[in-house]
Every structure is written in C-alpha cells, then in structure tokens.
C-alpha cells in the first residue's frame, strides 16, 4: 500500500480510534471501578438523579438545538445566518459541560451496570456518547477529514444523547414524577 491510501485511510481511522479508545476506557473503568454510591446532594433538588435527570434535560434541549444549527451550517434551514455557526459551537459546549457532573456521578457513583436491559442500554449509550464526542471532536481539528464525518459523528452524537435521556430522565419523571 502506498502513502496515499494510508493517508486517506488514516483521516477516517485516527477519529474512530480515538473515539472507540474512549468509549472502552470509560466502558472498562465503570466496570472494575466499584461503585461507591456516594452522591452529591444539590439544594433544590431531592436527589442527585433528579439532578441528573434534569441536567440531561438541558443537555438533551441543546442537543436538539445543535441538530437545527447543524443542518442551517449545512444549508438545510436557516441558511445564511451569521448567528448560527456561535451558537452551535456554544451550545455543544454547554451542552457537553451540562454531562460532565453527571458522567462522573455515573461513572463514580454507580459504574458500568448490567443487571436490567434499560441500565445496560444506558450504561453503553454512555460510552457510545463519549466515543462519537471525540470522533467528533478529532474530525473538527483536522482540516483532511471526509465530508461526511463530521454530519455523521455529529448525528452519532446527538442518537447518544437522545438515546441517555430516553434511558434514564425519561424512566426517572415517569417513575419517580417531575420532581426537583
């Protein structure tokens, strides 16, 4: 194989193994980390899982609308508004900054579990979030990426989070209530 074709490939493969690297990592230290079930209560709120839900709430409202900016940066609506690139970038931002209390809670806190297909599902929706976050996240910093990376992982990454919310704030309001 000449460089060329390693070149090529390399601008696909170093995103996705960067990506799957931290997807393993987080799946691998959640699993033989062991949980210490210690919170960390919020005034306001009655417990750390309604933080969480109510945190991925938020994550999952700037998820949805990174997924409208990202089809008005690829001129699917909105085109031409100089407005909508910031407040893409912003708000994946935030809306990554929002997960970060609660990825640590359920890495710290509770670990990779298994023991219900819902947790299961959500334990690797986890995973999967952070992995295409990084694919991501690689494949904005290199300038030789594909075209259809970046709308991929950034698809890949809004599944994640819709995917976390139905697997956990959903399941929480409609057991436990919409409760603070």
């Known amino acids: 194989m000449t460089t060329v074709p390693m070149r090529r490939a390399s601008r696909v493969a ?16 959640g699993r033989v980390h062991a949980p210490t079930g210690v919170a960390i209560d919020i005034a306001g ?21 990174q997924i409208v900016t990202a089809m008005a940066i690829f001129g699917r609506v909105f085109t031409g508004r100089r407005w909508v690139a910031p407040l893409h970038r ?28 819902r947790v299961l599902i959500h ?3 986890g995973c999967f979030f952070y992995g295409a976050f990084v694919v991501k996240m690689l494949a904005l910093s290199r300038t030789d990426t594909p075209g259809w990376l970046l709308p991929v992982a950034g698809g890949a990454v809004a599944i994640g989070i819709v995917g976390l919310w139905l697997t956990s704030s959903l399941w929480f309001f409609t057991t436990f209530g919409i409760i603070r």
């Open 14 to 29: 170093i995103p996705l193994a960067g990506g799957a690297a931290v997807a393993i990592a987080l799946g691998v230290y």
């Open 45 to 65: 709120f009655s417990s750390f899982r309604s933080v969480k839900s109510w945190l991925a709430t938020v994550a999952l409202v700037l998820a949805l609308v």
């Open 90 to 117: 912003w708000t994946g931002r935030a809306a990554v900054a929002v997960t970060l209390p609660v990825v640590a809670h359920c890495l710290y806190a509770l670990g990779f579990q298994y023991g219900e297909p």
């Open 123 to 125: 334990s690797l929706l």
